[in-house]
Nanobody, 125 residues
Framework: QVQLVESGGGLVQAGGSLRLSCAAS????????MGWFRQAPGKEREFVAA????????YYSDSVKGRFTISRDNAKTTVYLQMNSLKFEDTAVYYC??????????????????WGQGTQVTVSS
């Protein structure tokens, strides 16, 4: 099990940037694939990005590819989501997630096991 706490959400104008952080507790952080999902009002939770345990491989949804960058620091047991060129439609609650079993490229089809509480990102048009 791993506990996840997100931070860094807020209000930003369209075209702006935000960086989300997710601090994880647990001795086996480096064995987990880590990622981000988001959920807008009235919509299902959707995959955003994921990163392999080593940080060498990343996987993005088409809607954020080229604008968002996921990274991790295993020494700090933290994963980041750098969001640039934000759009109104990026407005959502963003959730950090972790799973030691779901493969990186399956994250858009399977929900991971561990979740944070979420952080709100609001993009004004």
């Amino acid at each position: 099990q791993v506990q996840l706490v997100e931070s860094g959400g807020g209000l930003v104008q369209a075209g702006g940037s935000l960086r989300l952080s997710c601090a994880a507790s647990g001795r086996t952080f480096s064995s987990y694939v880590m990622g981000w999902f988001r959920q807008a009002p009235g919509k299902e939770r959707e995959f955003v990005a994921a990163i392999s345990w080593s940080g060498a491989n990343m996987y993005y949804s088409d809607s954020v590819k080229g604008r968002f960058t996921i990274s991790r620091d295993n020494a700090k047991t933290t994963v980041y989501l750098q969001m640039n060129s934000l759009k109104f439609e990026d407005t959502a609650v963003y959730y950090c997630a972790a799973d030691a079993q779901v493969g990186l490229t399956s994250w858009d089809r399977r929900y991971p096991s561990n979740w944070g509480q979420g952080t709100q990102v609001t993009v004004s048009s």
